[in-house]
C-alpha cells in the first residue's frame, strides 16, 4: 500500500517473457496505489493466482524505484509456471482484490443504431472488464422477458473463468461481434 493508505492495482494489458534471466514484464497503467521495487504483488483472475516480487519497473523508456496511479508501466518480475500470468489479469496489493464467476450488475443498453439489441435470459455474450475479455451467460431480473435498446435493467451474469472484481466496477459488453451495452457491477456473487 502507499502512505495514504491506497492499496496498489495494475490491470495486466501485456505480457512479454525475457529469453534471458527469466523474467516476464508486464505492461499496464496503475490504476490506483503505488508500486515499488521489491514490492510482493499478487497476479489474481482467470484461475492464476500467484505471489511474486517486483524485480524492476520501466516507466518512459527508464527503470524507476517506484510508480503510482495514471503512470503507464512496465513491471518486471521472476517467471512463474508458463501461462500463469496473461491480458486481463490484474496485479495487485495481497489479498485487496479477488477474482469472482458471478456477479449482479446494472446495465444500460445502446441504441439499435450503435448496437444495442435485444437480450434474453440465457445468452452467452463477450463482456470486456477492465482488460479482460471473458464470455458469461446472462439472466435478466424478475420478471423481465427482454432488455431491449436504449433501456436499462438489473442482471446477473455467470463468467466463464474468474475475473477480478469490485463493486462499482464498469464493464461493457458485445452482441454478435457490436458494441450492446455498459454496466457496473452491484453485487459481487461468489
Known amino acids: ?35 515499488r521495487k521489491g514490492d510482493e504483488v499478487e497476479i489474481v483472475g482467470f484461475g492464476g493466482h500467484a505471489t511474486v516480487t517486483v ?3 520501466e516507466a ?8 503510482s496511479a495514471g503512470m503507464n508501466v512496465g513491471v518486471s518480475i521472476r517467471e512463474v509456471a508458463a501461462g500463469t500470468v496473461e491480458r486481463g489479469q490484474v496485479l495487485a496489493t495481497p489479498g485487496s482484490i479477488s477474482a469472482h464467476t458471478g456477479f449482479a450488475a446494472a446495465v444500460s443498453m ?8 435485444d437480450i434474453r435470459t440465457g445468452e452467452r455474450l463477450p463482456f470486456h472488464i477492465g482488460t479482460a475479455a471473458v464470455t458469461g451467460e446472462v439472466t435478466l431480473a ?9 433501456h436499462a435493467g438489473h442482471v446477473t451474469v455467470t463468467l ?15 452482441h454478435l461481434g457490436r458494441a450492446a451495452g455498459t454496466g457496473v457491477v452491484t453485487l459481487l456473487l461468489d
Open 1 to 35: 500500500m502507499d502512505s495514504a493508505g491506497e492499496p496498489f492495482l495494475m490491470r495486466v494489458e501485456d505480457v512479454f517473457r525475457r529469453k534471458r534471466g527469466g523474467s516476464v514484464n508486464l505492461a499496464g497503467r496503475i490504476e490506483r496505489g503505488r508500486v
Open 55 to 57: 524485480e524492476d519497473i
Open 60 to 67: 518512459c523508456r527508464r527503470y524507476v524505484g517506484e510508480a
Open 110 to 117: 445502446l441504441s439499435e443504431e450503435h448496437g444495442g439489441a
Open 142 to 150: 424478475g420478471d423481465l422477458d427482454v432488455l431491449r435498446p436504449l
Open 160 to 174: 466463464e473463468r474468474p475475473v477480478a472484481l469490485e463493486d462499482g466496477q464498469s464493464f461493457a459488453f458485445r
